[in-house]
Each structure stands twice: as structure tokens, then as C-alpha cells.
């Protein structure tokens, strides 16, 4: 059978199964639902009808169903709305886990059944591959049975690989951009709710810890200003406004050294590009900032009281000098594979220390993992790296590209002093832009590229003479 004759079957194929699956998703919500009324029990009809709806909308979206997936699965307060510290998750750690492996396998496997796009073989995707598969069977070894493994921190780190290798099917669509508007705008939102209901709180507990919601605005920042930069720049003023907000409400210092790392690699990449248009608006919007902390009263004395020095007790200083020689001293007795169990760290700190954490990601990551696992949770921020290197190379600043990047970065850069890594929400949210960023690291600069051969070619013509 010819490859002509293969696709033409392929895509009526395709044709027909799209044409059901409206029905299919019918009947299944009236079984599904028909079954849990029959049982009588509200909140398993409750979740079928969530998992229902979850069906619909993959329907519907097509190809934007895996950024809302992640996305919303990463703003969901799954934890406690107000809270003095971090505490269990409010539904049971099964179906988070569950929530967690769905936002990128639902999505995947419904492109997979309709056809989508490929993506070309990639020596990133592949070591990811490896490395996490790898990583999952050491996880196992070491606790020996699958139970201790369904839990959110050890779920959501192994599914950062899944999700980057899920995500390179998605690699053409834009949809990351509306995704990231509307994550943002959610937790906006929560945040207010949050703040209006317990002023005296840390903004944030709803996503586990105020430090993961300062990540999380961080990571969705980029593509989300850029989602309303380009509809309305009053938009894209109110939103980052609300944004800066957040972060002082949040009393997250690591997400604020995280925003001014992400400007000044703006800057750069902007400079070297020379897109002076883009460096004249991060500097209007650093102005206007500047100008509401200073010119407004009640927000300077927020700012003032949440990010004064006088909030960094010795407590926390003390921890972290004991975090960072702990580490060292156990990273250089297990270096390869480390103790070879997440949540390792963790339990040891709780143990010695008032604390149950490393105060930095990557050292947390290897005392746990070793270097084997502190390289698998390098991988999408290297190929945010290489985005940005392609960019400073090529003089460009393509503005999607350039978002996922900076989206990545801020999230690594709030790791160097946040057990990031075990986090579902920010591994999902790495994983996804990683990958997807990694199927359009070829695009950054090709036309240049282009431009260049061209112009070369050009120059190589002989001239000719009409004279006879």
C-alpha cells in the first residue's frame, strides 16, 4: 500500500473519530453519572463529573488542551486556603497524584488518537527519557513498593519528565500564551480572596507554601504580560500591577530576586538584539511600578513591612548556613545517586532543625538523588539556557520563544533558594515550557539564518556583462 493511499485512510479515519467523539463523550458522562447516582455517593459523582467535563474540554480544545491542562492543574488551590504554614493538600494524595499524571497524558494520548503533529527525535528528549526512567526504577528500589511513591512531591518530580517528553508534541501551537494570561489571572484572584480574608497572612498557602505561589506568578509572568501586551498595553500595566502586588503580599524575597534576573536578561537579550522598542517598555513598566510603591502610602508601608530586613530572622539565616554544610558534607559521601529517596533532605532537616527543608532546590535535588537526579531537573533549564543563547547569537528576540524562557529561568531562579523540585505544580510548569521550548529551539534565528545564506549567495554570483 502506497503512503498516499495510508494518509488518505489515516485522515478519514481521523474524520470519523471526531465526528463521534462528542457521542462517545456523551455516553460516557450519562453511564459515569448514572452509576454514581445509583450509588448514592455525591462526591465520587462530584469527581466523575469533573473527570466528564475534563473529556469535554480536551474535545474541544484540540491542540490547547495540553498548556490549560498543565496550567490549571498548577493554579489549583489544592492546599488550604489560609494558613500560618504549610499543610497537607485538602483532597486525598491519590487523586492529586492522579490530577498530576493527567494534565500531560490526557491531552498526549487524545493527540495521539487524532492524529496530531510529530516532533523530530532529539538527543534532549531521549537523555530525559532515559534519565527519569532510570530515576523512577532507583525511587522504587529504595522504597521498595509502589505505595510511598503516590505522593505529590515524588509524583510531580518523575512527571517532569513525562510532561517535557509529552510536551514536544505540542511544540508548533501558541496557546501557551492564553494559558499562562488566564493561570496568572487566577491566582490573582485567589490571592485577593486570600489577603481579604486573613490580611495579617502570608499570601499563597492555596498552592502549598507562598514561596511555590511566588514561583508559580514567576513562571507564567512572561507569556502571560505577553498574552496582554499584544490585546492592550493597559492590560498588560493592570496585570503586572497585580502580579507585583502578589509577590509583596506573598513576603517572597526569592520570586523578587527572580523578577529582577528575568529583566536583566531581558535587557540583555535586548540590547544584543538591539529591540530597543522592548527594553522601552520593561523600562515604562519598571517605572510605573517604582512610581505606585513610592507615590502610594499604604502600599509603600506594605512593601516596607513585607520586604524590610527586619522580616529575615536569624532563625532562617542560621538554617541556612546549616543546610548548605549538611549538603555538601552528604553530597560528597553519595555523589552519584545520592540517598535515593525524594523527601530525604527534608526528613533529615525536620530532624535536626526547626525547619523541613534545604533552603536551596538544587543541593535538596542532589542530597536526595545525587547528581544523576540534580542533571534530569537541569534538563529544561538547559534548554532555556540554549534559547537564550541562540538568541544573544542570532541578535533576535522572538517573543515566544523568549517567554518560555524567562519563564524557566525565574523558576530556576527561585530554586537556588526553594525546595522547587518538589513541588508538582512548578515541576509541571518546568517540564511543559522545556518542552515545548525544546521543539522550537531550531526556529530561534533560522531566519537569519536564511537572510544570511541568501546574501552570501548572492555576493558568490559572477556579474555578468551584456556587452558583446
Known sequence: MSGESRQARHGRFVERLGRWQFVLAAALMLGLLGGALAARKPSDATLICLVIVGIVAL??????????????????????????????PIVRQKVLCAAIAAAPLAPWLWSLALGGRRTRPSRSALLMGVMFAGLTILIYETF?????????????FLFAGVTFLCARRFGDGSAWL????????????????AYMRAPSNRVGYFVGYPITYGALVVGLLPAGLLFAYQRS???????????AVMLILSESRSSWVAVTAVILLVVVVGARAGNFRALGAVFAAVVVLAGLIVGTGSLGHIVEQKLSSKVIASQSVTHRQWSYGYAFETIGNRPIFGAGAPGFSARESASKTTIGAIDNGYLSITVDLGLFGLVAAFIPIAVALRALARCMRFRVTPAYELALALGIMGMAFVAIFYDSFYWAQIDLLLGAMGGVLSARLARIGAGSVARGRTVSARRRLPRISWAS
Open 59 to 88: 474535545a474541544a480544545l484540540g491542540e490547547r488542551a495540553f498548556p490549560w491542562a498543565i496550567t490549571v492543574v498548577a493554579v489549583a488551590p489544592w492546599y488550604p486556603f489560609v494558613a500560618q504554614a504549610a499543610e497537607p
Open 144 to 156: 521498595g513498593s509502589v505505595s510511598p511513591m503516590i505522593e505529590s512531591g515524588v509524583v510531580g
Open 178 to 193: 492564553a494559558a499562562s494570561f488566564g493561570g496568572l489571572v487566577v491566582l490573582i484572584v485567589l490571592g485577593v480572596d
Open 233 to 243: 498595553r493597559l492590560l498588560a500595566g493592570i496585570v503586572a500591577a497585580g502580579a
